[in-house]
């Protein structure tokens, strides 16, 4: 066993990185600015690239701008040096990352970008020094200190440089009005695309699949249709179509509490009158919403009055909504 202070150790991490991006706010001036209008207004796609850890933010910051509503991908400045380049086309914008500043192989690179009159954003740690100088703009993400006790591992600075370029992704999320459907598109598989794409249209029982009984039935046959649907539920529909009232287990359960004669019995006069019902074209994590806030375990939707589908938690588990 050893008589380390881990948790010291973490904490002292923690607050050295807290005051990186501290000082961040100084550097989000008009250089920021500019920055956001150089790649809001840019024809292509912005290409991002660094070295070590600088690619590794890059890859993320790159992916971070295309989720949000800013085409983006990451190039590798080695890859890059031997043909790679060639997907980098007039109308995009260069984000070459660097903390020191003078990454040689993104050098290398920067007279190309130039002679080809591609627009050139750097992100350094040191204002003065090469590739800031070849830019068009320059975001500082100079740190008073990395977290890395011999100074030595990118810490601070990788933080820093992975909260400027969110700061910009956000930013330009925002001028352009991107919306929740936006992201959703972008994000079609998962649990996230489908909660932000799935409706209820999608996952809802329609046609001979729908349990339904009209008012006269008897409770017997309200019981025998909904143990024939299978969702826990019917619905009462008048002959026109027009909902009238649900009838669910629970319901069946508090029945026989009463000793009523389930073969007499008209649904009409026992059902739940005034249910809960819903669009179509509702969000599917939406639906669930209600059914968790009524506390109930179905759904039935509606077009005009008119019953048009059902379902219950069941179906939304299975969509993987929850």
């Not at 001036?29 to 209008?37: M, R, V």
């Not at 690179?109 to 003065?128: D, F, H, Q």
């Not at 019981?223 to 299978?230: N, T």
């Not at 509490?257 to 599917?284: E, F, Y």
């Amino acid at each position: 066993m050893t008589d380390f202070d881990f948790r010291q150790a973490g904490i002292t991490t923690l607050n050295i990185e807290l005051d990186a991006i501290a000082q961040l706010e100084q550097y989000i001036n008009q250089d920021f600015e500019q920055a956001c209008q150089l790649i809001q207004h840019a024809t292509g796609k912005v290409v991002v690239m660094g070295m070590g850890k600088s690619g590794h933010i890059g890859n993320k910051i790159a992916a971070t701008f295309a989720s949000t509503g800013t085409p983006s991908f990451f190039v590798h400045p080695g890859e890059a040096s031997h043909g790679d380049l060639g997907m980098i086309e007039k109308g995009d914008v260069v984000l070459a990352i660097s903390n020191s500043g003078e990454a040689s192989e993104i050098i290398t690179l920067l007279p190309v970008v130039k002679r080809r009159g591609i627009t050139l954003i750097t992100m350094t740690g040191n204002p003065a020094s090469t590739m800031a100088r070849l830019a068009q703009v320059n975001l500082c993400i100079k740190v008073p200190k990395e977290a890395c006790p011999i100074g030595l591992a990118p810490t601070s600075s990788t933080t820093a440089t992975l909260v400027m370029g969110d700061a910009l992704a956000i930013a330009l999320m925002q001028a352009k009005g991107f919306t929740a459907d936006d992201f959703a598109l972008s994000h079609p598989g998962g649990a996230l695309g489908r909660k932000l794409l799935l409706r209820i249209s999608d996952v809802m029982h329609t046609g001979d699949k729908l349990p339904v009984v009209p008012p006269d039935a008897t409770v017997r046959d309200a019981l025998l249709e909904i143990s024939a649907k299978g969702l826990g539920m019917t619905a009462v529909v008048e002959h026109d179509g027009t909902l009238s009232g649900i009838f669910t287990d629970g319901d069946l359960r508090r029945l026989l509490d009463q000793r009523l004669d389930l073969h007499t019995t008209r649904i009409g006069d026992v059902m739940g009158k005034n249910p809960t019902s819903v669009s179509a074209d509702l969000l599917a994590a939406e639906g669930l919403k209600q059914m968790e806030e009524r506390k109930i375990n179905g759904l039935l939707v509606t077009e005009n009055s008119r019953l048009i589908g059902a379902l219950n938690m069941h179906d939304l588990l299975k969509a993987g909504v929850m």
